[in-house]
Nanobody, 127 residues
Framework: QVQLVESGGGLVQPGDSLTLSCAVSGQSFSTYSMGWFRQTPGKEREFVAAISQSGSSAYYGDSVKGRFTISRDNAKNTVYLQMNSLKVEDTADYLC????????????????????WGKGTPVTVSS
């Protein structure tokens, strides 16, 4: 069983930066592609970013491209999301995901087909 625990969310102002972490326990971390999604009430879960098992390749949603960076440390079983130039519209619960599918496929897996989900960490961007 794989467990994902997000941390690092909080209240920030527009233009600020924030780094989220997702600690993974259980089976071999390096065998999973990892991703970040976000969700706000009444909206579908939105793909944010995904990273390959080795960490050498990444894929981003259009709304965060150029502002967010996903990375992973396989020695620490942790994936990160560095968020820069935050906007009010980035406000959401941010959820970590893991799957054995290729990282570029995570965006299309959907909530029900993803292997594992964390419970999320809230990010609020407000002045």
């Amino acid at each position: 069983q794989v467990q994902l625990v997000e941390s690092g969310g909080g209240l920030v102002q527009p233009g600020d930066s924030l780094t989220l972490s997702c600690a993974v326990s259980g089976q071999s971390f390096s065998t999973y592609s990892m991703g970040w999604f976000r969700q706000t009430p009444g909206k579908e879960r939105e793909f944010v970013a995904a990273i390959s098992q080795s960490g050498s390749s990444a894929y981003y949603g259009d709304s965060v491209k150029g502002r967010f960076t996903i990375s992973r440390d396989n020695a620490k079983n942790t994936v990160y999301l560095q968020m820069n130039s935050l906007k009010v519209e980035d406000t959401a619960d941010y959820l970590c995901a893991a799957d054995t599918a290729a990282y570029w496929h995570m965006a299309s897996l959907g909530q029900s087909r993803m292997g594992y989900w964390g419970k999320g960490t809230p990010v609020t961007v407000s002045s």
